[in-house]
T-cell receptor, first 112, second 114 residues
Framework: NAGVTQTPKFQVLKTGQSMTLQCAQD?????MSWYRQDPGMGLRLIHY???????DQGEVPNGYNVSRSTTEDFPLRLLSAAPSQTSVYFC???????????FGPGTRLTVT | AQTVTQSQPEMSVQEAETVTLSCTYD???????LFWYKQPPSRQMILVIR??????QNATENRFSVNFQKAAKSFSLKISDSQLGDTAMYFC???????????FGQGTRLTINP
């Protein structure tokens, strides 16, 4: 049972490039979320999903796309990277019957 | 929209002392959950303790306990007999009942000195 996994751990992009941050969980959780962590601001919700085929926007969705084709995977796509997207990104999952969110180890993204 | 405020950006205490981290929140809901997460230098988010708003009894987990004041919308974390391994960022977080979305405070950087 690996829990929540994220790849890559580190990434450097140039402005305008696109990429996908991967997130997978093996706990059969219905809910999955993406957060970003910026210095002095805590974590903020980008997008979330309540099940396969269902996604919705969080607090800071602009510049990001998500899809949920399977229960296990919830990738986050940066369409055209900007320096303002330099951050640490966390994926999390939880079951519908519980309230503890399990976090992945995070991806540190730098956009130059 | 809910907000969570942690008014102490940094705190520092000696090993074995007791320390209290403050958190206030704003909501009009009656059904919600409150959490404290620990983030050590490894960056991993670790759940420390959880409180259901409908429970009057304060949650405790070994050396960690909370003081939940629902009317005052206050949710402080007390760490007793602090240890060097408690050095970390601590985040207070709010979740509406059934929403499965966390709203975080800005965090408190806690340093335990030997």
């Amino acid at each position: 049972n690996a829990g929540v996994t994220q790849t890559p751990k580190f990434q450097v992009l140039k402005t305008g490039q696109s990429m996908t941050l991967q997130c997978a969980q093996d706990m059969n959780h219905e809910y999955m979320s993406w957060y970003r962590q910026d210095p002095g601001m805590g974590l903020r919700l980008i997008h979330y999903s309540v099940g396969a085929g269902i996604t919705d926007q969080g607090e800071v969705p602009n510049g990001y796309n998500v899809s949920r084709s399977t229960t296990e995977d919830f990738p986050l796509r940066l369409l055209s990277a900007a320096p303002s997207q330099t951050s640490v990104y966390f994926c999390a999952s939880t079951s519908a019957s519980a309230y503890e969110q399990y976090f992945g180890p995070g991806t540190r993204l730098t956009v130059t | 929209a809910q907000t969570v405020t942690q008014s102490q950006p940094e705190m520092s205490v000696q090993e074995a002392e007791t320390v209290t981290l403050s958190c206030t929140y704003d909501t009009s809901e009656n059904n919600y959950y409150l959490f404290w997460y620990k983030q050590p230098p490894s960056r991993q988010m670790i759940l420390v303790i959880r409180q259901e708003a409908y429970k009057q009894q304060n949650a405790t987990e070994n050396r960690f306990s909370v003081n939940f004041q629902k009317a005052a919308k206050s949710f402080s974390l007390k760490i007793s007999d602090s240890q060097l391994g408690d050095t970390a960022m601590y985040f207070c977080a709010f979740m509406s009942g059934g929403a499965q979305k966390l709203v975080f405070g800005q965090g408190t950087r806690l340093t335990i000195n030997p």
